[in-house]
């Protein structure tokens, strides 16, 4: 199969999120418009994106959630799933810690890892910190592909140059500081103050310029 485009990937992760609400609430069968209602885009969407990854619902029932929930799962994840570290165990990388871990079976946070010594040896949400220089052993060890950036800024740099000579795939960087980083690696970055930023320049445009997004 072709890559996928990123925000088909982002859609087909909210699929599954709400194709497993659904069937925590014993929902078999889904129609592309009542998935398209619960994440408020269209139908024609949902149904171009479920086409894209080879599937078809039928027309009187729609889509077997538990079907579509594994194939999506096929596209996403691998067979054997991928172990994650996060470097910098301070508020951030604590609070990801415990919301990621448990919520996914083929992504699991094996390790952490900070330069302050008092945190080795600690476990938060069953997670081991380890010390920073213990980094490419471990990432050998545990065979960790992704990690999880929560460090200061100005080390940012430095902690990725080792993280992609220990072997790792990819990096979600929370910290502000932009990474300039080889083309076979992926990089995510993520900043809440970019977008609190892109909100406040949105909610004064619609005041000031009088006009409404619905
Ligand atoms: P924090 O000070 O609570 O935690 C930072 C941790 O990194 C500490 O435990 C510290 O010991 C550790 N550390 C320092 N240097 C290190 C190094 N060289 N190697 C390994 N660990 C090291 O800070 P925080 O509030 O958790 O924020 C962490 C990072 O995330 C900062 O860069 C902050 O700007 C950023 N942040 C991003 C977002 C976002 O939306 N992207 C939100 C909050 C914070």
Redesign the pocket.
């Known amino acids: 199969m072709k890559k996928l485009p990123d925000k088909t990937i982002e859609r087909l992760s909210m699929y599954r999120r709400n194709l497993i609400l659904c069937l925590s609430q014993g929902k078999k069968y889904i129609y592309s418009h009542e998935l398209a209602n619960d994440l408020h885009i269209t139908p024609v969407q949902v149904r171009r994106d479920i086409m894209l990854i080879g599937y078809s619902g039928t027309l009187r029932k729609g889509y077997d959630v538990e079907e579509m929930i594994k194939l999506i799962g096929t596209i996403i994840d691998t067979e054997q799933g991928k172990n994650v570290a996060v ?8 609070a990801i810690i415990s919301y990621i871990n448990g919520k996914r079976s083929k992504l699991k946070i094996v390790a952490a ?4 010594s008092e ?1 080795s040896g600690k476990l938060y949400a069953g997670v081991r910190v380890f010390h ?1 220089k213990e980094l490419e052993t471990q990432i050998l060890e545990k065979n960790i592909s992704i990690a999880i950036l ?4 100005d ?2 740099e ?2 990725a140059e080792r993280l992609i000579t220990a072997g790792i795939k990819g990096i979600l960087n ?4 932009p990474l300039n980083i080889p083309s076979h690696i992926y990089l995510e970055e ?4 970019t ?1 609190i930023e892109k909100v406040a320049y949105h909610s004064k445009s619609a005041e000031e310029m009088n006009y409404s997004y619905r």
């Open positions: 470097i910098g165990v301070g508020n951030l990388g604590r890892f900070d330069s302050d945190k920073l929560t460090v200061p800024g080390v940012a430095e902690i929370y910290t502000p500081r993520y900043d809440m103050i977008s």
